[in-house]
C-alpha cells in the first residue's frame, strides 16, 4: 500500500469518527421512563404518617 493511500485512509477513518461523534453530540436526548408524556401511571407519593 503506498503511503499516499494509506494517508488518505487514515483521514477518512478520522473524519468519520469526527462526524459520528459530533451526530452523537448534537442528536437529541432519548429520555427513557415517565417524563416524557407517555401517559404511564406514576406512582402516588404519600407523605410518611406522624
Given at each position: 500500500?503506498s503511503?499516499?493511500?494509506?494517508?488518505?485512509?487514515?483521514?477518512?477513518?478520522?473524519?468519520?469518527?469526527?462526524?459520528?461523534?459530533?451526530?452523537?453530540?448534537?442528536?437529541?436526548?432519548?429520555?427513557?421512563?415517565?417524563?416524557s408524556?407517555?401517559?404511564?401511571?406514576?406512582?402516588?407519593?404519600?407523605?410518611?404518617?406522624r
Open positions: 500500500m503511503a499516499e493511500l494509506q494517508t488518505l485512509l487514515a483521514l477518512a477513518v478520522v473524519a468519520l469518527a469526527a462526524v459520528w461523534l459530533v451526530r452523537r453530540a448534537f442528536a437529541k436526548k432519548k429520555h427513557p421512563g415517565c417524563g408524556g407517555c401517559a404511564c401511571p406514576a406512582p402516588k407519593f404519600t407523605p410518611p404518617s
